[in-house]
Structure formats: C-alpha cells, structure tokens
C-alpha cells in the first residue's frame, strides 16, 4: 500500500474580536491579545511577551486578516482550520468570524468544528480561592441538540467542510461532561443522514489512552488523542521547588515531550494524534502556568517527521493529525508568524510533510 501524507487540522481560536459579553466580565475591548500584550519574563531566558509577526495585532472581523491566515496555512501543507465552535443551550459566542467565512464563501479553505463544551469561569489559578462562573454549559435534550444541529446545517453543507466517508468531522472537547450522550450522538447520525450526509463522524478529545475503550463505546468514531496532556507531567523534583517556593512557572522540556509523545501515539484509524508546536500558559495564569523550554522550528521539524513517516500507513482520508494550535497566543501555543522566528513553524510543517513524501 502507497504511503500517504497527513491531512493536518490546526485549532483555531476565534477570540481576536471584542463581544458584549467578555466586555462586561474583563472590561472594553478585551480580546485574546489583552492577555498577550502583558505577559512578562518570569525566569531567565523565559521569552515573554510573543510578539507576532506579519499579521499583528490582528482583529478577526478584518477579512484580508482571514484571507492571509488561509494562505500561510497553505503553504505550509495545513489542509484545514478546526474552528472553535461554542454553544450554551442556543446561545452562541465568539461566532461572528466563522459566521463571515461561511457567509462570505472566503476564504476558499477548508473547515471543521469543536464544540468547545465547557463552562466558562473567570479562573484565578489559586486552590485557594474558587473561580467565578461566567457561563454555565447545559445540556437541555434532544431539542437543543436538534436545534443546535440546525444551527450548524449550512456549515456542513458548505463545499469546504470537511468530511471522512461523507461525513462531516465534528469535535466534542469535554466528552466526560457530555450529557445524554448516546442520545446526542443518535440525534446527530439521524439528521446527518436525513440531509444526504452517511452519518456525522463525530471525533472527542482524549487525553488519556485508558479513556479510549470507554470513549469509543459511547459511539465516537474516533479519539483526538492529544498528546499535549504530556506537557501536564509532573516536572522533576527541583522544578517543582522553583515552582513552589520561588513562583517559578512548571518548566518541561519540549524534547522530553517529543520523546514521550512518539513513544505513545497509537497507529490506530480511530487515533487521531493532536501535536503541539510549543506551549507557555504564563500570559493566562502567570507564575503558576507551565513553560515548555527547547520548543524551536527545529525541534518541531525532528517531532513531526518521524510521526508523519509512522502514521504514513494510515488510509489517506483517515490520516487526520491535529496541530493545536494555529493561533493560542494566550497558551504561546502557534504557528503563525511571530517576530522571533518569522514563518520558521510554518516552514518546518512544510518541510516534515515533503521529507514524509520523499521516502
């Protein structure tokens, strides 16, 4: 059987335009960047803020913006963005983006969705002191989830989305907080076929390869299983001194998440390996964050080669690897341009997906 070449899905955070509401729990014109603009140096060589590149300072309501960050993805082997898509029982947030490529048929760049079903809390990263509920996700019954497939219909419809078996690909990200999951998963399949579809090929987020079996018996079609659960790992002893008596943010090594992430990805059809570029939490959660340290262009590229080549004997349509993320400037977790390495990620994806080509 012929090699294939991954079809790679990034994350796409879709808070880079104020909304009534983040006005009113964090103040005028909050965006994602508010917390990017702020973050300071907190140990040495620690490199805070990330500034981007070419794109800037973006807002997401300026289409040349959404237009550029197609092209970059591109040229960079990228097959399609995976909005961030968030649903609280019929009311939408973050969605005016997405409501314009759709609309607008711009750009010509395949999508899909993850509903990102969690509640929202002003967090405080203190055990001490509890967070604050801003929105409470619910899950009322089959009539949201009959109203909220609606919603999403000309999505799926829409010659661009993205599909498996003529299926269209829909994330969940808090499968355990799921309720009534079967009956939302039933629902779904039904109305997927009533409107010309096979089925929805309904993916979850997994971070742990002992969820799998149980996932899978709810009626998923297959696991993001995200590797970036390894940047969780407890750091060694001395870290976690620095940590808690010197506020040192939870410093771990990208090569020992690189190392450790091959080591455990599956090449399975229902494994869909979710990878990281890079990852700094501290503009979120300052000190009490995690750092990863040693994450270059370089070390991307030497991570994902081996993983594009492993996973090359996957059918082609189900070689699916989701990078997360395009643009988490909060998480320092990207690959679009920024003033340090220019287009340095973006170039190293290309150049991994091209070696995976040549053997």
């Not at 006005?23 to 960047?33: I, P, R, S, V, Y």
């Not at 040229?75 to 995976?82: N, Q, Y």
């Not at 808690?244 to 090569?255: A, C, G, L, Q, T």
Request: proline residues 7%; contains cysteine.
């Amino acid at each position: 059987m012929a090699r294939t070449t991954p079809r790679l899905i990034a994350f796409y955070l879709p808070q880079y335009h104020p909304i009534p509401e983040n006005d009113a729990w964090w103040g005028n014109g909050f965006t994602e960047w508010t917390n990017v603009r702020k973050a300071r140096s907190l140990f040495p060589g620690h490199q805070q803020p990330k500034i981007p590149g070419e794109l800037g300072y973006y807002d997401l309501q300026m289409p040349e913006i959404r237009e550029r960050q197609a092209d970059l993805a591109r040229e960079a082997g990228i097959e399609g963005f995976c909005y961030w898509h968030y649903w609280f029982a019929g009311k939408r947030l973050l969605e005016k983006p997405f409501n314009e490529v759709l609309v607008s048929g711009k750009p010509d760049f395949p999508f899909c969705l993850c509903w990102a079903n969690h509640s929202w809390y002003a967090k405080t990263w203190n055990k001490d002191i509890p967070d604050k509920l801003l929105i409470e996700q619910t899950y009322p019954g089959e009539t949201d989830f009959i109203e909220h497939f609606k919603a999403l219909l000309p999505a799926f419809k829409d010659e661009r989305y993205m599909k498996v078996d003529n299926k269209p690909i829909f994330g969940i990200f808090s499968p355990f907080e799921m309720k009534q999951t079967s009956l939302f998963i039933d629902c779904w399949h039904r109305l997927a076929k009533e409107n010309g579809f096979d089925g929805m090929y309904l993916v979850c987020i997994s971070f742990n390869k002992q969820q799998n079996s149980t996932l899978m018996k709810q009626g998923y079609d297959a696991m993001i299983y995200d590797l970036a659960f390894l940047r969780r790992s407890a750091p060694r002893f001395f870290f976690q001194f620095l940590h808690d008596v010197f506020r040192i943010p939870k410093i771990i090594n990208y090569k020992d998440y690189t190392r450790t992430a091959l080591h455990h990805t599956p090449v399975e059809e229902t494994i869909l390996p979710c990878v990281i570029p890079n990852f700094d939490h501290t503009p979120r959660s300052g000190w009490r964050g995690a750092v990863m340290t040693n994450s270059t262009p370089t070390n991307w590229f030497n991570f994902l080669t081996p993983l594009f080549k492993r996973l090359s004997v996957k059918p082609k349509e189900k070689n699916i690897v989701f990078i997360k993320s395009w643009n988490e400037w909060g998480e320092g977790n990207y690959l679009e341009p920024d003033v340090k390495y220019g287009k340095e990620y973006l170039n190293a994806c290309k150049k991994a997906i091209d070696e995976c080509l040549e053997d």
